[in-house]
Nanobody, 120 residues
């Protein structure tokens, strides 16, 4: 089994910054892509950003230039630096990791989420 634990959410004023972290632990052989998703009240979960094991990144258009995703492979941790936050960024942010538990078996794991609230 693998656990993903997010941290760093909270309440911030518009224009402010937050840094989210997500640490994976447990039966980990390797981790492929790691990403952040978010779900606002009444809306579907959507991709925010993803980073491959090689460091390639991809961002949703609505966060380009404001958010930055990074990872520390030695710590099995992914980060999301969020700058210039807007009220519409308010959501529960979830971490997802594509975890290989052995050379031949892998699956996706999700964290429980961390709430980000941006006040106007």
């Amino acid at each position: 089994q693998v656990q993903l634990v997010e941290s760093g959410g909270g309440l911030v004023q518009a224009g402010g910054s937050l840094r989210l972290s997500c640490a994976a632990s447990g039966s980990i052989f390797s981790i492929n892509a790691m990403g952040w998703y978010r779900q606002a009240p009444g809306k579907q979960r959507e991709l925010v950003a993803v980073v491959t094991s090689g460091g390639r990144t991809n961002y949703a258009d609505f966060v380009k230039g404001r958010f930055a995703i990074s990872r520390d492979n030695a710590k099995n941790t992914v980060y999301l630096q969020m700058n210039s936050l807007k009220p519409e960024d308010t959501a529960v942010y979830y971490c997802k990791s594509e975890v290989m538990e052995s050379k031949y078996y892998g699956r996706d794991y999700w964290g429980k989420g961390t709430l980000v609230t941006v006040s106007s």
